[in-house]
């Protein structure tokens, strides 16, 4: 199952409206080709292996739009792509509106869904081993995890931070004005994510002008240290995919701002670590009732955080992550009132702080 290799973005503050003019769009040097009306596509991928409302709205990236009733619209490198889904219809479509070449689209956007990795067999497996998780999966088919790209989830995550999903979203947009535009789908513009060297050109002061607060540090303070990498931050990033999981984590803790919960998105994410669990008191939750209720009432420590994840690993395997990951969806609130809507109910957290929660839980 595993692949074979080694909203306008301007305004931040809710209070105040950030003096900075919108980041001038950089100009192209790649050719790309813009498609007049959209044409859709079948993808190689039925509703039971990716389902987009299970997907993308659940806190694994903040680039990505809602532009129709089942539809999700972003950039995935130079590639300007939407995804969607018709009601009572098992497949999924999709549309190229900005590329250097459609093909190359295509596979990009299979490589960032995971594509190769069978979510029916990893159900399958997960179902025989957590009777509760097959009772969930019957309901909640199609949430994958994401191949993003690694400096790309790894900013996403710095602005994730102690915050709320709007306020993220908006930091993650106005970082992404630095690149270059796109496009436009339904009223959203779409960017190319910033290179590092666009990244490096920001200051912590203009950051913390456009109301990043303390992450404004963490942000340049990433950047510079990737810069330093011999051989490029990207080409770093990307060798941590063929690290194991502890290594990988170690070494992303090491740049600024990145702490273990964090570390563990970003490895879950975007480098192959199938076996990341971000743990935070939502995921506690979650493992003190399922499966380790003899820590039920214990305060969470970083101690603890290891036996949580090992407690996840040793549950469901190597893809304990997208075990974790569909378990988590289940407690969001829009799931929990979809799940409550069947006539045999499943038992459920209670939870009361969940409507700012990414997939890496509250932040």
Known sequence: MKRPRATSPPS???????????PVTPILKQKLHRTGAPKWFPLKLTHTELTLPLTFPTGQTFR???TGVIQYSGTI?????????????????YCVHCSTSPKSAELALLDFL???ISLAELWSDFSKKDPRFGELAKHLRGARVLRQDPLECLIQFLCSSNNNIARITKMV???????SHLGDVEGFEFHQFPSLDRLSKVSEAELRKAGFGYRAKYITGTVNALQSKPGGGNEW??????LDLQEAVAALCTLPGVGPKVAACIALFSLDQHSAIPVDTHVWKIATNYLLPDLAGAKLTAKLHGRVA???VDKYGEY????????????????KTLLQSFSQPIKKLDTSAEDNETSCGTI
């Open 12 to 22: 931040i503050s809710a209070t105040t409206k950030p003096p900075l003019s919108p």
């Open 64 to 66: 990505w739009k809602q």
């Open 77 to 93: 490198g130079p590639h300007l792509v939407s995804l969607r889904q018709c009601p009572g219809d098992d497949t999924v479509s």
């Open 114 to 116: 995971n594509a190769e």
């Open 173 to 179: 947009d106005f970082v992404s004005c630095l690149g």
């Open 237 to 242: 990033l990307l060798s941590l995919r063929k």
């Open 310 to 312: 090992e407690a996840f």
């Open 320 to 335: 304990a992550g997208w075990a974790q990951t569909l378990l988590f969806i289940a407690e969001l609130p829009a799931q």
